[in-house]
């Protein structure tokens, strides 16, 4: 067997507030790590040839578990329709829709008349994707009258979008190529212009632009520039397409620019200027604006009413009054109905509204879990939403909603060609009490036929920051994990906002340490009601849930039998203290700022996984998984925790498999991304002793 690699040590000395650290795996980061995000050929020769040993390496260590990846990629891939189609949604004289081809890896945009008619293709993502080692599609947006489309892809992994534009008479190609946007598109009510989001050298969000038609892309007028760093920019339309919103903020302070987009030409007017500690956005419908908020101390959130002519807080009267333990999530307008989404103790429903408050009812289901979501429609002038309900053992059902005669058609049951049998599995909701007395929700699922017995093989994800709900959606690929024996746990801990603001709140900044203690006491809850042991879970999370199962293993190693850290952020404490880096200024106000303020850094340090490795202690196995292109969690995070667990901590193994064509999500290819799902399935179950089982395919 192939030895693991030992990276070389390179003296790095770190000081901040009169401490120094070492860190000698922080060679690993490139200097050029600007250009490796749009060039991954730049990468400097030795941090390449060590990626690529530790890959040959993951692969030497996994090698028996060749058959079994192949196993659950055929599996997954069964439980899916792969010439599958999206339902088609109405937008004036058209119903848009997104399909696969059998063995496509890439949507393929197309469009219908809406009377019914033969099929357009708009863009077909096999055909241009094909022979790119990534590809990506982001935003596609038709103009106004239809016959224009502009569409972003990205070729590298690292969310750079170039955006083009097609005549759609004729599938003619516009020379207008705008590179490193965001990948979102509106168009100007002219039918020749539209506005994006161009991001900087460092992949920040930063300028508003406005492109016409046929001129060169260094004269697009600048239309908004962010100059704060720890500001996110983006562009929506509101609901009735008459406005553009530039959205300014980031997790604790918001601010709403909007420009007419039958004026592409004028400047851009401020609703409310930016207050630290509110948040708000805005829609508008029938010569009104309705704000969603957290102002007055609003902490799960209002809305309120304002009118056209001036926005602006002042004139801010509560359409919905703040109700403490009721979490507003968002609204969307119609001509003659106002619908929002609401979470109260982490079970969602939709709420429909005449805007004078003469009608108002919920949408809900009694299941012990499930997701809610509002799909919107293509259309203002309507009485008909569309939303999506599942649960972790009922695939996901569309259905079209008439909110005047409250009736609900089904339009559409997610296919599973394989078979499946929503009675033949379990859903269970726990609270598992936090050693602070907070109830933590669990939802659990597992097949009918697995009774706990104080030894079941558990695999637990959690996520836990910025306010992220994990919804209690459908998975047909976690059923791979559950036919086996084993039990998938969802834990909502704090740091998210399953039971509102919040439980968000009590997750950030100077609590966030409440995030790792709850998931390891949602843990210790399924020991102590007999369903598993110490040692006979895996903990699974990516990006910030990487960063929680990092740091909840180094709390309670011997916890956890195996632990999956999918592209972890992982090195929290050099990363936030790096100013130059994507992400940190706007992170500072979910985690603190550990360069100017010497308790953020005491409290980051005290949790940050890589600086918390016990030394010679006995850990579980661990995989990470990164990407050579990912801006968002940069490679070097993941390779450097490896690293350090190999030199300080004993157990393991730790495996490190690096993608190196691609970036925070992996592949977007439908079947290589499965691939990655089951390459990382198949390490948990290794660990959980499950290799060798076979599924359960009784229906």
Same mark, same amino acid.
């Given at each position: ?10 003296p ?7 401490e120094?650290?070492?860190d000698p ?6 200097d ?18 060590h990626?690529?040993?530790?890959n ?14 192949a196993?659950?990629?055929? *599996?997954?891939?069964?439980? %899916?329709?792969?010439? /599958?189609? !999206?339902v088609?949604? +109405?937008?004036?004289? #058209? =119903? ?16 219908k008349p ?9 863009l077909?993502g096999?055909?241009e994707?094909?022979? *790119?080692?990534f590809?990506? %599609?982001?935003?596609? /947006?038709? !103009?106004?009258?239809? +016959?224009?489309?502009a #569409? =972003? ?7 750079y ?12 190609e ?8 965001d ?6 009510k002219d039918?020749?212009?539209f ?5 900087d ?10 492109h016409v038609?046929?001129t060169?892309?260094s ?5 908004n520039?962010?100059e704060?760093?720890?500001m ?7 609901s009735?397409?008459?406005y ?6 980031n ?9 007419r ?15 630290p500690g509110?948040?708000y956005?805005?829609?508008h419908?029938n ?5 969603h908020t957290n ?8 809305v309120a ?13 509560d ?24 979470r109260e103790?982490?079970r ?6 005449r805007y004078?408050?003469?009608e ?8 012990e879990?499930?997701?809610?979501s ?19 053992n ?8 008439d909110?005047?005669?409250r009736?609900r058609?089904?339009?559409k ?5 394989s078979?499946?049998?929503t ?17 933590v929700p ?32 459908f998975?047909s ?21 399953a039971?509102?603001?919040?439980w968000?709140?009590a ?13 390891n006491d949602a843990?210790e ?13 895996v ?5 910030a849930?990487g960063?929680?199962?990092?740091a909840?293993m180094?709390?309670?190693?011997g916890l ?7 592209v972890p952020f ?8 790096d100013a130059?880096?994507p ?5 500072w106000e979910?985690?603190g700022?550990?360069i100017?303020?010497k308790?953020?850094y ?8 890589y600086?918390?490795?016990r ?25 450097k925790?490896v690293?350090?667990l ?6 393991g ?8 064509t ?17 390459a990382d399935?198949a ?7 499950l290799?060798?089982?076979e ?5």
């Amino acid at each position: 067997m192939t030895d693991a690699p030992k990276p070389k040590k390179v003296p790095h000395a770190i000081t901040q507030h009169g401490e120094e650290r070492q860190d000698p795996y922080a060679w690993m980061r490139d200097d050029n790590w600007q250009e490796v995000l749009r060039d991954p050929t730049l990468l400097r020769d030795d941090v390449r040839e060590h990626l690529e040993a530790e890959n040959a390496y993951y692969e030497d260590r996994t090698k028996h578990l060749e058959a079994l990846r192949a196993a659950l990629f055929e *599996e997954m891939r069964g439980r %899916i329709k792969e010439n /599958d189609s !999206s339902v088609p949604m +109405k937008d004036g004289p #058209y =119903a848009y829709y997104n399909r696969f081809r059998e063995g496509g890896q890439y949507p393929v945009i197309c469009r219908k008349p809406a009377g019914g008619g033969e099929e357009e293709v708009l863009l077909d993502g096999d055909r241009e994707g094909e022979g *790119e080692d990534f590809f990506s %599609i982001g935003g596609v /947006d038709v !103009s106004w009258d239809h +016959k224009l489309m502009a #569409y =972003a892809v990205d070729r590298l992994g690292s969310e750079y979008y170039d955006i083009r534009v097609r005549d759609l008479s004729g599938e003619k190609e516009f020379g207008d190529l705008i590179p490193s946007t965001d990948g979102s598109v509106v168009w100007a009510k002219d039918d020749k212009s539209f506005f994006y989001v161009e991001r900087d050298d460092n992949q920040r969000p930063k300028r508003v632009k406005h492109h016409v038609l046929g001129t060169d892309t260094s004269q697009d007028r600048l239309v908004n520039e962010e100059e704060d760093d720890g500001m996110f920019l983006s562009i929506s339309e509101t609901s009735s397409d008459v406005y553009l919103v530039i959205s300014i903020g980031n997790g604790n302070t918001s601010e709403e620019r909007i420009l007419r987009l039958d004026d592409p030409a004028g400047e851009p007017s401020v609703v409310e200027p930016r207050q630290p500690g509110v948040l708000y956005d805005v829609d508008h419908a029938n010569g009104e604006f309705f704000i969603h908020t957290n102002a007055d101390d609003a902490t799960d959130f209002k809305v309120a009413r304002a009118p056209e002519s001036d926005p602006s807080k002042a004139n801010w009267q509560d359409w919905l009054p703040h109700r403490p333990g009721t979490y507003v999530a968002g609204i969307v307008l119609f001509k003659g109905w106002i619908v929002r989404e609401e979470r109260e103790d982490a079970r969602p429903r939709i709420v429909v509204s005449r805007y004078d408050h003469s009608e108002e009812h919920a949408l809900t289901f009694e299941q012990e879990a499930y997701a809610l979501s509002l799909m919107g429609w293509g259309e203002f002038e309507t009485d008909v939403i569309r939303f999506a309900y599942e649960s972790p053992n009922q695939p996901a059902q569309v259905f079209d909603y008439d909110m005047k005669a409250r009736t609900r058609e089904l339009c559409k049951t997610q296919a599973i060609p394989s078979g499946h049998n929503t009675g033949a599995y379990v859903v269970e909701r726990i609270e598992a009490r936090a050693r602070d007395g907070e109830e933590v929700p669990v939802v659990l699922v597992r097949r009918k036929n697995v009774e706990p017995n104080g030894d079941l093989p558990v695999v637990l994800y959690g996520y836990g920051a910025y306010g992220i709900y994990v919804d209690d959606d459908f998975s047909s690929h976690v059923l791979s994990l559950v036919d086996r024996g084993a039990v998938f746990a969802v834990a909502h801990i704090r740091g998210g906002s399953a039971k509102g603001r919040p439980w968000y709140l009590a997750g950030k900044l100077d609590k966030k340490e409440n995030t790792f203690r709850d998931f390891n006491d949602a843990a210790e809850a399924l020991i102590e009601r007999g369903i598993t042991k110490r040692g006979r879970i895996v903990a699974y999370g990516g990006s910030a849930g990487g960063l929680l199962v990092g740091a909840a293993m180094n709390l309670d190693p011997g916890l956890y039998g195996g632990v999956i850290g999918a592209v972890p952020f992982i090195d929290v404490l050099s990363t936030i203290s790096d100013a130059d880096l994507p992400l940190t200024p706007p992170e500072w106000e979910e985690w603190g700022d550990p360069i100017t303020d010497k308790a953020a850094y005491e409290t980051i340090k005290a949790y940050s996984p890589y600086d918390n490795i016990r030394p010679g202690e006995t850990y579980p196995q661990v995989l990470a998984t990164g990407g050579l292109t990912d801006y968002r969690v940069t490679y070097w995070e993941p390779a450097k925790w490896v690293a350090r667990l190999r030199e300080k901590a004993s157990g393991g193994p730790f495996l490190l498999r690096m993608n190196m064509t691609a970036g925070h999500g992996g592949s977007a290819a439908r079947f290589e991304r499965l691939k990655e799902r089951a390459a990382d399935y198949a390490f948990a179950l290794d660990v959980l002793g499950l290799a060798e089982a076979e599924p359960d395919r009784g229906i």
